[in-house]
C-alpha cells in the first residue's frame, strides 16, 4: 500500500534521530578505544617482567611440582571455562562470537568424557548461558567498559581457589583479541594449570646488551630460597593474564561497537535518501492527482 507523504516525513524523522545516536556511539566508542589500546600497551612491560621474573624464579628453584598451581593433574575430570564478554550489546558479532566458541569448546569437553563448569565475566555471557540452560557457576559483572586490576584479581582468586580446592582440574578462558579496530579474534587459551611451555617460552631475541645492561640483567640470587618468590609469582602471573585478556577484551568491544555503530549510521542515511526518493514521488503523484482533477472539473464545467 502506497504511503502518503506525512507518513514518510514521520519515517524519515525517526530514521534521522537514529542516525544521530548511532553516530555518537561510535564517536564515543572509538574514544573509548584510543584509551583501551592505551592501557595495553602500557600493561606489556609489566606482563613481560612478570613473566622474566617467574620463568627465572622456577628455574632457580627447581620447585615447578611442590607449587600446587603448577601442579598438572593425572587426569583431567572437570573443566572451567570462563567466558570473557561484555555487560552490553549494539557491538556486532562480540558477545555471540565468544558464547558460541565457549559452547562448542564444552561440548567437545562434554563428548570426551569430561565435565563442564562455566564461569562468565559480563552480562551477556552470563545471560547467554543462563538461556541455554548452562547456567554459570559464577559471574563477574559490571565493569567491562573500564576493567581495573582488582576485577581481575577477583576473577583470578576465584578460578585459582577452584582449582585448588579441585572443583576443576583445568581452567580455559575464551575472550576477543584485539587485532585491530576492525578485527578481532577470538583466543581459547589454557590458563589453569599454568603449563611449563607458558611460564618457560623463550624471549624475543634482544640486541647484543652494553657492559652496564649486562651488569644489570646479572641472574637475580634468592635468600633464602627462590621457592618462596616462585609461589608469590604465580598468582600474580594469573593475575596479570586475566588483566590482559580483560583489556584486550574491552578493547575490542570499543573496535566492534565502533564499526557497528558506524555500518548502522550508513545504512540509516542510504535509507533516509530512500525515503527521500518515496516522498518527492509520492509529492509528485499527488499534485499529478490534482492536476487532473482540476482538469477534469474544468472540462465537466465547459
Given amino acids: 500500500m502506497p504511503q502518503s507523504p506525512r507518513d514518510v516525513r514521520t519515517r524519515i524523522r525517526a530514521v534521522t534521530n537514529i542516525e ?41 628453584s627447581g620447585a615447578m611440582g611442590r607449587v600446587p598451581i603448577l601442579q598438572e593433574r593425572p587426569e583431567v575430570r572437570t573443566v572451567g571455562l570462563l567466558l570473557v564478554a561484555g555487560d552490553r550489546g549494539l557491538a556486532g558479532a562480540f558477545n555471540s562470537n565468544i558464547v558460541r566458541a565457549g559452547i562448542g569448546a564444552g561440548r567437545e569437553h562434554e563428548a570426551a568424557g569430561r565435565r563442564v563448569l562455566y564461569f562468565a565475566s559480563g552480562r551477556r ?112 602471573y594469573v593475575e596479570v593474564s586475566i588483566y590482559r585478556a580483560l583489556l584486550e577484551s574491552t578493547a575490542s568491544e570499543h573496535g566492534a561497537r565502533m564499526t557497528a555503530m558506524r555500518q548502522a549510521s550508513d545504512n540509516a542515511s542510504e535509507l533516509m535518501q530512500d525515503l527521500t526518493l518515496q516522498m518527492n514521488r509520492a509529492r509528485q503523484a499527488e499534485i499529478t492527482q490534482e492536476i487532473m482533477e482540476v482538469v477534469a472539473g474544468a472540462e465537466g464545467l465547459g
Avoid: C, H, W
Fill in 20 to 60: 544521530k545516536i548511532t553516530r555518537a556511539m561510535a564517536m564515543v566508542a572509538a574514544a573509548r578505544l584510543r584509551r583501551a589500546v592505551q592501557r595495553i600497551e602500557a600493561l606489556r612491560p609489566y606482563a613481560s617482567a612478570i613473566r622474566r621474573m617467574t620463568r627465572q624464579a622456577a628455574q632457580a
Fill in 125 to 236: 555471557a552470563a545471560s547467554s548461558l543462563t538461556f541455554r540452560g548452562l547456567a554459570p557457576v559464577d559471574s563477574f559483572t559490571g565493569f567491562t567498559d573500564r576493567p581495573n586490576y582488582a576485577d581481575a584479581r577477583r576473577i583470578a582468586g576465584r578460578l585459582v581457589v577452584a582449582y585448588l580446592d579441585e572443583e576443576v582440574d583445568q581452567v580455559e578462558v575464551f575472550y576477543n583479541g584485539y587485532a585491530s579496530a576492525i578485527s578481532q579474534v577470538v583466543r581459547r587459551e589454557t590458563l589453569l594449570p599454568l603449563q611449563r611451555a607458558t611460564l618457560l617460552e623463550e624471549e624475543p631475541p634482544e640486541e647484543p646488551a652494553s657492559g652496564a645492561d649486562q651488569q644489570r640483567r646479572v641472574a637475580p640470587e634468592y635468600e633464602p630460597d627462590a621457592e618462596p618468590v616462585l609461589r608469590r609469582l604465580v598468582p600474580d
